[in-house]
Structures are given as C-alpha cells and as structure tokens.
C-alpha cells in the first residue's frame, strides 16, 4: 500500500507563487507515476502534472506549461508542485496520486489542498 499527506495550500495573490508537498510512504518502490491533480467547484477534475519516478520524466497539462513544474527529493520520498505567476482560474482543490506499475489508474490519492488565487 502507498499513503500520501498533502501540505501547503493557501491563498495567494494573482501574479504571485505557492508550493505544494505531498509525502509518500509505504510501498513507495511499487509507484509508477506520481501526479498532481486539482478540481475547481463545477467543473471537471483535471490533470496538471505527473512524474514518472523511475525515469524522472514529467508531463504538463497546457494550461499550466511554463508556470508549473513537479520538482522532487527522492530522498524525502516527497513530490512538490511549485505554482508560479498563478491566475484565478488556478482557483482549486489539488489532489497529489500516485498510480502503482500494475495499475492503469492512480489508486491512492492525497486528502485534498485548497488553493485560491485572488485577482
């Protein structure tokens, strides 16, 4: 089993930055891909960034390319989502997941972290 905590979140002016953690323990080795999800009220739950851990490869939704990156400390068994010149429409809960290699889905999930950008 793997087991993700989430922490940051915040409000924060148009414009400016937020960092988000996410922690991974348990069965950490059996994690395929890790990722950043996020769900503003009435709309959609969307994608945002992942990572591959075993490569280190990373993907980025376009909504979020060349303001959003998916920084790590293996280390730390820690995975951030590093949030710059943030918009309104940024305005979400964020999820961190983590999809296990014998998955096609991401199975465990974080408990969620409200982010809000004001204008």
């Known amino acids: 089993q793997v087991q993700l905590v989430e922490s940051g979140g915040g409000l924060v002016q148009a414009g400016g930055s937020l960092r988000l953690s996410c922690s991974f323990s348990?069965?950490?080795?059996?994690?395929?891909?890790m990722a950043w999800f996020r769900q503003a009220p009435g709309k959609e739950r969307e994608s945002v960034a992942r990572i591959r851990r075993t490569t280190g490869s990373t993907y980025y939704a376009d909504s979020v390319k060349g303001r959003f990156t998916i920084p790590r400390d293996s280390a730390k068994r820690t995975v951030y989502l590093q949030m710059n010149s943030l918009k309104p429409e940024d305005t979400a809960v964020y999820y961190c997941a983590a999809r296990v290699e014998t998955s096609t889905q991401y199975g465990y999930w974080g408990q969620g972290t409200q982010v809000t950008v004001s204008s």
């Open positions: 348990g069965r950490t080795f059996s994690i395929d891909y």
